[in-house]
């Protein structure tokens, strides 16, 4: 009867570090696709400003906007307090 009480209390102790090895794997896999989401998020978001700002950097260089005429023509559409 003892040594059937000490073969199940050693099965139950690795069932519970099977256990707490499977949960700690759990958590480092979440860990790593919470990692990698945010990498991603961050590159779309440098990669969408770096677009944005060179495309409007280069709107006057192929004469879409005239920076000139754009701030000559808001000078007098705002009115301006004196």
């Known amino acids: 009867m003892n040594l059937l009480k000490e073969l199940l209390d050693t099965e ?3 069932l519970q570090t099977l ?6 794997a ?3 896999a979440a860990a ?3 990692v990698v989401v945010v ?9 969408v400003v770096v677009v944005v700002s060179a495309a409007t950097a280069a709107l006057p260089l ?3 906007i005239n920076l000139d005429t ?4 808001c000078s007098f559409a705002l009115p301006t307090v004196r």
């Open 12 to 14: 139950i102790d690795s």
């Open 19 to 24: 256990l707490y090895t499977e949960i700690v």
């Open 26 to 28: 759990a958590a480092a």
């Open 32 to 34: 790593a696709v919470v």
């Open 39 to 47: 990498v991603v998020v961050v590159v779309v978001v440098v990669v």
């Open 62 to 64: 192929v004469g879409v």
């Open 70 to 73: 754009l701030r000559f023509r």
